[in-house]
């Protein structure tokens, strides 16, 4: 599956590319799931987190399983920027443990596929300029 909003079942491609699921407090028979992926560094103050969101519709149906009565909703994909905070350690290096996170902001992506955010993710993770997708 290449097109985002083609999920209908729980991504578990997300899991395999190093996302982590995080739900809203469940609210009725909709909520969101958000499936988030942080970059960072010791040596930035600076942590961006992809975020892609779908929306989690549960039917109540006698006779199946939550996994058949469970869809999946693309909703988009995000980045957030998050002011970590930290102290330093040297002239080169912050202390991870005095972090004190503070969203800068969020922004909507236009990406639409698995190649897509893929490639934005790997642009993240080797440090590459990224003035050309923002």
């Not at 407090?25 to 499936?35: D, I, K, L, Q, V």
């Not at 930035?44 to 779908?54: A, D, E, N, R, T």
């Not at 909703?73 to 957030?80: D, I, Q, R, T």
Request: charged letters at 30%.
């Amino acid at each position: 599956m290449n097109e985002l909003n083609e999920v209908e079942k729980e991504p578990a491609f997300l899991y395999e590319r190093g996302f982590q699921r995080r739900d809203d407090e469940p609210c009725g028979s909709t909520n969101w799931a958000y499936f988030e992926k942080e970059f960072k560094s010791d040596e930035s103050q600076v942590c961006f987190l992809v975020q892609v969101l779908f929306e989690v519709c549960t039917c109540d149906d006698p006779g199946y399983t939550i996994i058949e009565l469970t869809s999946y909703s693309f909703n988009g994909v995000y980045l957030k920027v998050i002011d970590r905070q930290m102290e330093a350690l040297d002239s080169r290096f912050f202390d991870d443990e005095t972090e004190h996170r503070r969203k800068v902001g969020k922004w909507p992506l236009d990406i639409k596929t698995t190649a897509q955010l893929d490639t934005f993710c790997n642009l993240l993770g080797n440090g590459t300029d990224m003035r050309g997708f923002l």
